[in-house]
Structures are given as C-alpha cells and as structure tokens.
C-alpha cells in the first residue's frame, strides 16, 4: 500500500538525490522552503517510480510537479490515486509542462500567476551593479559607506548567528509582523531556517555596523548554476542597507553560480518594485496544471 508521509529533517538526503535529478530551477521545490514553511503549508510525500511524488496536506488534492525523473509513472500514479475527482499539479516549470503536453496531449488545462513567478539574475549583475539602469543601487551604496565606512560585511556563522536571529526579531517589531497574516507566517518560517540553518545548508552573510548587525541573508543551492536567496532582511530607515547585504553577499559567496534566484513577489506591489529595480535577466514561470473538464 502507499502511504504518504510528512517530511522530515532526515529525509533532506533523499530529497538532496530527487532534486538533483530533477535539476529544479522553483525555489518551491527546494528543500529548504517546504521544510521551513512545513507549518504554514505542510507537504507530504512518497518515494515510486524513481520520483518523490509532493502533495500538500490539505482537503483539496494538490500536487507539486513531482521531483526525478520526468516519467509517466509518476504521473499516471496521480492520475490513478485521484480517478475522477479534482486535483491540481501546481508548481510545474516550463519544461515539466512540455513533458506533460507531449505525453498527456488535450488532457491538462495551464494557468499561471505572474505573483508566483521566480525573479532570476546573473552573478555579474548582482556582483557588480555596472551600467545605467543600477546607478541607483549605486548611489544608495555609496550613501551608506559614506556613513558607515568601517562596516564590516561576515559569512553567517556559528558565532554570529544569534545575532541575525535577534536582528530579525527587531526587524519584526519594527514592522509590526504581528498584525500581518504574510509577515506573521514569513516570521515562523524564517525561525525554523534558523533553527536549523546548518542541517539544511543554509550560506548567508551579514552586514554589520557600529558593531551591530543591521542586514542579513541567506539562501541555499538549488542546481549547480542557480542559488535561491530565501530571505533578505535590512532596518528600512539605513540608506543603503539593501542593496548592499545583496551585492556583498552575492559578492564573496555565490562566485560559483552563474544565476541567482531571488524568488517571487507574490503579488507585493513594494516587492515586485524591488526585484525589477534590479532588472531580472528572465523569470521562472510555474504553471498549474488540471484536467480538461471532458477528462474530469
């Protein structure tokens, strides 16, 4: 019998072989974001046919594109758990959605939602912030190293974690996360990638200045040319904080990707006006996929 089950920190090996495999470019199929966000959106799984097969734990049947081997196993696997009843398959990339139109012709119907779109840039551009378009970022930087010219810029560590968690808390009350549902959730999610930031290889860096932790970020791989930054935190009211944890971090530890992932929006007028100040390279569509009502 199959038995879904929910995940655990052991199973990160498992799903570290899965999404190597699957070569995943959606931050949503990343380790990291279904264990720390486990709470809020708990997912359950089960190993066959040479794929883990994702769903979430809730009344409605909601899957995510499975992680392996695109093969019809997998999907014919969910095709035949749910009969005729409604589901989705959410989180399918450009290339998992041609796989099912080859294989599965006139027998899903696509949506996508641009608030869920992966904002994507290069190293280079993030590193170096050369041209016209990031002047901005640029003269914000300046700004502050005019200020704080002895800030110092460290990789989180051991010894300094506990300051980026208490930082995050001040960031918090600063914002008042308590009265927001999204900040509130982001809050205990971005509690749990503490408090497990090292089982689930989490890299990060942080600005300090006047010895005081003021920005921090952190995120983890996601395939060998693109890294996923999941959270970014800086107090609002230092000019230049922002952009300057993004370049420094980018900077001295991610010289090894070719793209940075910097996530979706999710429909933030003030987020989606951040990411495309820095002027995105391309963005990661994910599709929904449901069947054709002559299919239901």
């Not at 914002?175 to 990638?193: I, P, T």
Request: net charge negative; aromatic share 16%; with cysteine.
């Amino acid at each position: 019998m199959d038995n879904f089950r929910p995940l655990s920190l052991e199973d990160k090996p498992l799903f570290d072989k899965y999404i190597k495999v699957s070569d995943i470019s959606s931050n949503f199929s990343s380790f990291g974001t279904m264990f720390s966000w486990r709470k809020q959106y708990p997912v359950l799984f089960l190993e066959k046919d040479n794929n883990l097969i994702l769903k979430y734990d809730s009344e409605e049947s909601i899957y995510i594109f499975p992680l392996g081997e695109r093969n019809k196993a997998a999907i014919d696997f969910i095709l035949n758990s749910e009969e005729d009843k409604p589901f989705e398959i959410t989180n399918i990339e450009e290339k998992d959605k041609i796989f099912l139109e080859e294989n599965y012709p006139d027998k899903f119907e696509f949506s996508t939602d641009m608030n869920i779109w992966d904002y994507v840039y290069s190293f280079e551009k993030l590193s170096e912030l050369k041209g016209r378009k990031l002047s901005s970022k640029r003269n914000h930087i300046n700004k502050f190293l005019l200020k704080y010219p002895d800030y110092k810029y460290e990789k989180i560590s051991e010894e300094n974690i506990d300051d980026c968690y208490k930082m995050s808390l001040e960031w918090c009350r600063l914002n008042d996360c308590g009265r927001s549902e999204s900040l509130k959730n982001e809050a205990c999610a971005v509690k749990e990638y503490f408090k497990y930031y090292k089982e689930l290889n989490m890299v990060g860096g942080l600005i300090k200045a006047d010895d005081k932790v003021i920005a921090f970020t952190f995120g983890e791989e996601l395939n060998d040319d693109m890294f996923v930054v999941h959270v970014e935190k800086a107090f609002y009211d230092i000019d230049g904080a922002y952009p300057i944890i993004n370049r420094d971090f980018v900077k001295n530890e991610l010289s090894r990707y070719k793209w940075i992932n910097r996530e979706e929006d999710m429909g933030s007028e003030g987020l989606r006006k951040a990411k495309n100040s820095y002027y995105p390279d391309f963005m990661i569509k994910k599709y929904t996929a449901v069947l054709k009502k002559e299919d239901k």
